[in-house]
């Protein structure tokens, strides 16, 4: 059983839209962060939530701690968002685990 | 910039060769870690380091060795490198408690054939 699911595997999205990825977890956790791979393989963290919500631009993230899940919000999503977002949970004993991703293409 | 540098970037290596993967973060961050990247699976923890001094197995250790030569430094040895070893490699670098950011080297790319 994996530490952290998310959902979906792979995501389509046309220019403008409204994009969600969930992110669920069955362990205690003192973080949860999202991060973005690039084709080409760097990652990039783009958040760190231990409560509440976070927003950068474009992107918000919300954390519900009692049901142990997260979003990743990319509102009037553009293509130079096409990427693979990763949700990481960091443990009470500073382990990180992490989903598999979320493949998004948007197309123009 | 500040941050967490891998190098090397692409490697081939045939069957019983060996190699270190170097990594090294400038944030003056305890612990370090080294993940392998294979496709369809989460990132999954080689070995870790909590501070200076110790090394600790994660979850797929054998065929692996590590070296925190010192604050900055968490080198990823591969003694004898076997075709399942082809994957990426990330080391990353963050601090205890409360929690900080986790940064992230840049990835190796490693080839066994």
């Known amino acids: 059983k994996n530490e952290v699911e998310q959902s979906p595997q792979n995501l389509t999205a046309q220019e403008g839209e409204f994009i969600t990825i969930n992110c669920s977890y069955s362990?205690?956790?003192?973080?949860l962060h999202w991060l973005q791979q690039h084709p080409g393989g760097g990652i990039v963290s783009l958040f760190m939530?231990?409560?509440g919500k976070k927003k950068h631009g474009r992107l918000i993230a919300t954390i519900n701690i009692q049901e142990k899940h997260s979003s990743l919000h990319i509102t009037a999503s553009h293509p130079r968002d096409s990427a693979v977002y990763i949700c990481?949970?960091?443990?009470?004993?500073?382990?990180?685990?992490f989903g598999t991703g979320t493949s998004l293409t948007v197309i123009p | 910039n500040a941050g967490v540098t891998q190098t090397p970037k692409f490697q081939v290596l045939k069957t019983g060769q060996s190699m270190t993967l170097q990594c090294a973060q400038d944030?003056?961050?305890?612990?370090m870690y080294w993940y392998r990247q294979d496709p369809g699976m989460g990132l999954r923890l080689i070995y870790y380091?909590?501070?200076?001094?110790?090394?600790d197995k994660g979850e797929v250790p054998n065929g692996y060795n590590v070296s925190r030569l010192n604050k900055r430094e968490f080198s990823l040895r591969l003694e004898s490198a076997a075709p399942s070893q082809t994957s990426v490699y990330f080391c990353?670098?963050?601090?205890?408690?409360?929690?900080?950011?986790?940064?992230f080297g840049q990835g190796t790319r490693l080839t066994v054939v």
């Open positions: 990353a670098s963050s601090d205890a408690g409360p929690p900080k950011e986790a940064f």
């Open positions: 362990v205690g956790i003192s973080a």
């Open positions: 939530l231990s409560s």
């Open positions: 990481a949970v960091r443990s009470r004993v500073n382990q990180f685990y």
């Open positions: 944030m003056n961050h305890n612990s």
């Open positions: 380091s909590a501070s200076e001094g110790t090394t």
